[in-house]
């Protein structure tokens, strides 16, 4: 089965730009989450989609968002570019085998990221 | 909000000591993951821990789940160059869906 794949891998934009990333899930994966990777901040959650519907966010500001098709391909946008946007986009997708169990989490399956440099 | 640290930040090794991480989180965690990192890669999940006290071992990695729920430790015996890596732990957003907080990683390095 092929793994979750993002384009584009490396991207260079100017500040006040704009990005829109891809992500294609695993084959069956429902669940697709966003994370940024940054040196100072780590592994932050930005949001995760599921059957087309965002199910959680984090605490990035509104420039940031995104969006899941039907097929369960996702994509984020960054709009205003800021040099702090400079980041490793993850995105992660899962298949949704919890069963209804509250205390297990699905295991995330990482794409190799989009490296967004932001001049 | 939630936290979760880890420590140390960074480790090195030799070839054949042994290497440990803790990761504690600000909240009781109904489960934890573990990942691993290469250099220039994506994480990779390692394992899941869900019961109170639970340890298990995947080889010469030991994981371990704090009888709080609030901690864990992982432990790799006799560390190898292909351990290179930054090992995070992640907990679950109590809300639902998919949402981890990840540890702040641990680096580890390998030297001959």
């Known amino acids: 089965k092929a793994g979750v794949t993002q384009t584009p891998r490396y991207l260079i934009k100017t500040r006040g730009q704009q990005v829109t990333l891809s992500c294609s899930p695993i084959?069956?994966?429902?669940?697709v989450s966003w994370y940024q990777q940054t040196p100072g901040q780590g592994l932050q959650f930005l949001f995760e989609?599921?059957?087309?519907?965002?199910?959680n966010k984090g605490n990035f500001p509104g420039r940031f968002s995104g969006r899941q098709f039907s097929n369960s391909r996702s994509e984020m946008n960054v709009s205003t570019l800021e040099l702090g946007d400079s980041a490793l986009y993850l995105c992660?997708?899962?298949?949704?085998?919890?069963?209804?169990?509250?205390?297990?989490?699905?295991?995330?399956?990482f794409g190799p990221g989009t490296r967004l440099t932001v001049l | 909000g939630q936290q979760v640290m880890q420590i140390p930040q960074y480790q090195h090794v030799q070839e054949g000591e042994d290497f440990t991480t803790y990761c504690n989180s600000s909240t009781t965690l109904s489960n934890i993951q573990w990942y691993k990192q290469r250099p220039g890669g994506h994480p990779v999940f390692l394992i899941q821990?869900?019961?109170?006290?639970e340890v298990k071992k995947q080889k010469r990695l030991t994981f371990q789940f704090g009888e709080a729920k609030k901690n864990s430790s992982l432990h790799i015996t006799a560390t190898q160059t292909t351990d290179v890596g930054t090992y995070f732990c992640a907990g679950p957003y109590t809300g639902g869906g998919n949402k981890l907080t990840f540890g702040t990683g641990t680096q580890l390095k390998v030297e001959l």
């Open positions: 084959s069956g994966h429902r669940s």
């Open positions: 989609y599921f059957s087309e519907t965002q199910r």
């Open positions: 821990l869900v019961k109170s006290g």
């Open positions: 992660a997708s899962s298949l949704e085998l919890r069963g209804g169990r509250e205390d297990i989490t699905d295991t995330q399956y």
